[in-house]
């Protein structure tokens, strides 16, 4: 297996579950931000142009976090990390679904690149999103995300259940873009963010990834 990954993206969760999984794996580092996703070889890959990406023993290619997360896990089945209840999955489903959709494809989003959300008419740009760059509004929408997602923090110590799941390594990726941001987490998910970064697996790949 190989990972396909860049700095200070949300591929570093799929990076965890391989280290939490315990098989061997190789990486690719990419320039991310430089534009190396939409250039060939890595094109011809993934044209989507997004990490992470899997290229699989038998040279398949997986896209999509949930995607991938959901395989690895299934494939892994002693390690525990996507729960056979019927239940406490959907719940995993339901979390990783919000970050991936809501958090982190309409929130962090607009931070990361308001420009691909900036009103192109004069209309728009006087009446169209009142107060705020779309940079404050996609704030407002990750704090309000973190804020929908910190109860259920409050009732078990990991995302959906009592153990780690795939839905911790989703929070996780999402998590650690706060504080880049000056974004204060709400009490649970700060919790679970300490708790996080003092995980085995966690210290190991930020090592990795040059972050600690
Ligand atoms: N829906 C995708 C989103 C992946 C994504 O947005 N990846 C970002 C990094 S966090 C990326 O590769 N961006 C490169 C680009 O858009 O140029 C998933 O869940 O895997």
């Known amino acids: 297996m190989k990972l396909y990954w860049g700095p200070h993206t949300c591929a570093i969760g799929i990076h965890i579950l391989l280290e939490e999984i315990g098989a061997p794996y190789e990486t690719e580092q990419l320039d991310v931000a430089g534009g190396a996703t939409h250039r060939p070889p890595f094109s011809g890959l993934n044209p989507k142009g997004k ?10 290619v997986l896209t999509e976090f949930a995607a991938i997360a959901t395989w690895l896990a299934r494939m892994n089945p002693a390690k525990a990390l996507l729960p056979t209840d019927h239940d406490l999955e959907a719940r995993a489903v339901e979390t990783i679904a919000y970050i991936e959709g809501t958090i982190h494809g309409q929130g962090y989003a607009r931070i990361f690149n308001p420009k691909a959300f ?8 006087t009446i169209g999103l009142g107060s705020g760059s779309v940079s404050a509004q996609g704030r407002k929408m990750v704090e309000e995300g973190f804020a929908i997602l910190d109860p259920q923090l409050g009732h078990h110590a990991f995302a959906v259940a009592d153990t780690f799941t795939i839905a911790d390594a989703a929070l996780f990726y999402a998590e650690r873009w706060a504080p880049q941001h000056d974004i204060i987490l709400p009490v649970n998910i700060q919790r679970h963010y300490e708790m996080m970064l003092d995980r085995p697996a966690i210290r190991k790949v930020r090592q990795l990834w040059g972050e600690a």
């Open 51 to 60: 990490v992470p990406t899997l290229v699989r023993d038998d040279g398949t």
């Open 118 to 125: 900036e009103p192109q008419d004069v209309v728009h740009q």
